[in-house]
């Protein structure tokens, strides 16, 4: 009799999920949520990014790591040092809402906290998408198109702000995308490279 041949299903894809401080973070619970039925889901706030998060709006199986975890895991040469953990465990990372404050240290190579230690740490051989918040002249201003244009060079995806109302009154571009939007630009670039990658395998 021939062997049964057991193919297991393959995993979920692993997602890092950030926020950085705008007050777009309001939205971060419902973004985690949009991401569970498809992907294991871990999360990083910055230090300002926790003003705006309410905690219990976190579905239950995703981990929220801050800045004070990043510490309170390492005392000791041998340690875990928990942004290359957390690196090494993400298959694709998004950060929204990005600001502006974040995306200049992005841009300048500064990592001061976890989030950005996490990013100057990365594989660029994985993708990272950001999803900017950022009032309109802060968008419009030359840092801003200058730290864009370093971003883009290190391989990182933009999900472009939208212009509507913004929370600070100013009307114009400048408010993250729409969450859908957000979520189905990652689905559809993962599958896609899913299934670049299961057609190689055939050919082979």
């Known amino acids: 009799m021939d062997a049964v041949q057991v193919t297991s299903a393959p995993r979920k894809p692993r997602i890092l999920i950030a926020a950085s401080g705008s007050v777009a973070a309001i939205k971060f619970g419902n973004l985690c949520r949009c991401f569970l039925d498809w992907a294991e889901v871990n999360a990083v706030a910055t230090q300002a990014a926790l003003n705006f998060i309410d905690r219990t709006t976190l579905p239950e199986d995703v981990v929220l790591y801050t800045d004070e975890d990043e510490w309170s895991s390492w005392s000791k040469i041998g340690d875990r040092v928990l942004h290359i953990e957390l690196r090494q465990w993400a298959d694709i990372m998004v950060i929204a809402p990005l600001s502006a404050n974040t995306l200049a240290k992005i841009a300048g190579g500064l990592c001061d906290n976890l989030l950005t230690s996490i990013i100057r740490a990365w594989d660029y051989e994985k993708p990272i998408f950001v999803a900017p918040a950022i009032n309109t002249y802060m968008w419009t201003n030359p840092f801003t198109q200058r730290h864009l244009m370093a971003v883009d060079e290190l391989g990182i995806t933009l999900v472009p702000p ?43």
């Open 162 to 204: 939208v212009s509507k109302r913004l929370a600070c009154r100013d009307f114009g571009t400048g408010a993250m995308a729409e969450l859908s939007v957000i979520f189905n630009t990652i689905r559809l670039f993962m599958e896609s490279r899913q299934n670049v990658g299961s057609s190689r395998s055939k050919t082979q």
